[in-house]
């Protein structure tokens, strides 16, 4: 769209809406033009052959088929059967049935089961991640955008077409578990094939959009099946595994199919929320388009908030996948994967696989991890970095790695201050320090720890320089005396809370594993440890208490400042959990307190929606069935444990926190985006193309998410500046919100509303 048609789209949208009148049922035609074309904006899509003949002439036999299936099987049955059957193509379900299976594998001691539930997990995991891409890439708008006639009974949540998310899911998923139990083929097969014609009967997508879905799905589906099936020992191998490494092998697939269904399911549908994420997108945006990696700025001003590794990494992922929401959050969500597979790889060293399968799910099945994975955060990276220097620290400390883990654990102390300053080595210094001070004497201090120590310098340093230099002196007073010291002394006091903040906060961000925490703490730690293990245990209680306590020594905080600590709490876990069986007692009262914290979580969700300074559609429902979801997998867990089954227990409660986590990505942030997150990202895909100045009067909030999508910098600008700025008669456009509306001077002419924030041409 250029500049000037800007102006022209309040017309245009009208002529449209008389186009639509024509429709059988306009009005769910007009809400969606309303809520997903605006998201579009009219925007040319790059659609394979679209600028050739051929191009064009697949395109009119792709809509002449669309109107065949959306009109002439027009039924009011059908609407009904076509509605129900789109469901099958719901994320929730296909990864329920998938987790379901892996469940009753392990209660009925059903190897295949079990298998066939890995097998859908990774097939909609896979293809639902493969999904994104391909949309981002395609970029192809639904049917009702460019055909006028369309019988739209279902309103999709978000703009793009090719392809079909619900097709290919559902025939990955189908397709795995066909190979699987091939006596289920034709039945599984016949469901996907209804599904995927539910898609083009309700209007949303086109022919080609599911048939391109259906065939991607078959594939993935049927890889990730012979895959999972190649080490089954029945049928298909003569020679038996031992039981160990098989249940390695498969405590690992699972932990994968995990991180990918909660982590990188849906990961960019929704458009950035909050301050914080837009500042880090827009920061990493302008990184990319300006090309100095040196200098972070945010709407061309200087933004020395953080050191500059997190922005590259997602500068690298935008150069590589488009500048979009999934692409500032891919690095997140690929740094807490690698935190979940690295804590079961320092707790199989540090204890045993059992240990090692129950920490790395208690570390990836809790909400606060969920939210470091899906949110364009510093954070999730942060964690790493301590978690891997800690964790080699203490594997050379007892010998069970050379001395190379001194030096990697000083090379990730280096990377941790380039990801977030000197927190990092605040943190590490202080919990090997108390460590060496509680076990001196038992062991000498390791002195090739020290010598290894240049190494973080070396990473360091050379950028805290070169930036110094480069702002002509300007850094050292804003990231060193007010971004660190002045806010940790309490000087920010947007952030500023009471001491105990903290508590609550690992409460519920650790649930369900947080309960179990003074367990583990009562019966695991000793101040004199006899073995490995147990002084493996002290080091991880050293490491979770002194991050909470140095945090909530800080005035400055915010929830998730504490999640450093998650994986040393999640190692304690771990280590209690592995011997469940002789202590039914612990497991018994530890599932008790799970099942009253999941109650209390539940009816804190309505009351907290009560307090919401703006009413959020939808959002009551998506978190009835959060909550059902925690309450569900407590209860289900209580039973599993008097039925002396702990690992069946505990994997129930991961399985309710992978249902939350579904439910929470598909009902409620959907719900809550377009409240929060779709005006401005919306405003900013309309100014996209504007060549002129663009101004923002009083959005610090939204400023920076505005001109993310803008893909340019947004000036903010008072009331009486932008005055002055009429008088010199400069084009520009000016956004602010509706409640600001009488600050833009007499004479601007209004372009949009949309939401709480308006568009005015000066």
Partial sequence: MSSKSLFFLPGFRAFYTLKLLRSPNWRLVLAYQSVIIRSAMWKPYAYGLALTGFGAAVQKLDAALFKCVNHNLACPVLDYLMLASTWLGVGTVQSGASLLLIFLGYVLNRDVLRRAGFAGLYAFALSGLGVQIAKLIWNRPRPPVTLFDVRLIDVPRFAHSFPSGHSMTTFAVCAALSTVFPMLRPWLLSAACVTAISRVYLGVHYPLDVIYGALWGLLIGVACAKAVMKGAPQELNHSVPDKRDRDSKATLRLLGGFCLASFFWRLGVVPLIG?????????????????????????????FDKPPLAYWLQ????????????AVRFPSALAVTALAFFTYWLAARLFDR???????????????????????????????????????????????????????????????????????????????GLFLLLRRKSKPFPGAWGAWSVLMFIISIPWFVMVQIKSGGTFFGEFVIHQNLQRALGQDFQHNQAFWFYAPVFLAGFFPWSVMLPAASLRLIRLQPEDDRGEAVLFAAVWVAVVFVIFSAFRSKLPTYIFPMYPSAALLVGALWSGADQCPQTTRRVLGAAALVAVAIFGGMFVALRYLPQPIPGLGPALMCMGSALAVGAVAALILNRLRRPTQAFAALAASMLLFTLAATGLGLPSASKTLAEP?????????????????????????????????????????????RMRKSREALVVAQVRDAALIPHGARLLMRIGPLVVYRL
Avoid: H
Avoid at 279 to 285: G, K, N, Q
Avoid at 315 to 326: E, R, Y
Avoid at 367 to 375: D, K, N, S
């Fill in 275 to 303: 301050l914080d994420e837009s500042l880090y997108a827009e920061c990493s945006r302008e990184m990319l388009a300006s090309g100095d990696f040196v200098i972070p700025r945010v709407n061309g001003e200087f933004f």
């Fill in 315 to 326: 500068a690298a992922s935008m150069a590589g996948l488009g500048v979009s929401s999934f």
């Fill in 354 to 432: 059992r240990s090692a399968g129950f920490a790395a799910f208690a570390l990836a099945a809790n909400m606060l991890t969920v939210a470091m994975a899906r949110l364009c955060s510093l954070d999730g990276l942060f964690a790493l970095w301590i978690t891997v220097s800690l964790g080699l620290f203490l594997l050379s400390y007892q010998s069970k790695i050379g001395n190379w883990g001194y030096a990697g654990s000083w090379a990730a102390a280096g990377l941790s201050v380039l990801t977030k300053g000197p927190a990092g080595v605040v943190v590490i210094a202080a919990v090997t």
């Fill in 680 to 724: 401005p990202a919306t405003i900013g895909r309309a100014l996209r193309d504007w060549q002129g100045t663009i101004y923002a009067v009083d959005l610090k909030k939204a400023g920076p998410a505005i001109a993310f999508y803008a893909r340019q910098p947004i000036r903010q600008i008072t009331p009486e500046a932008l005055r002055i």
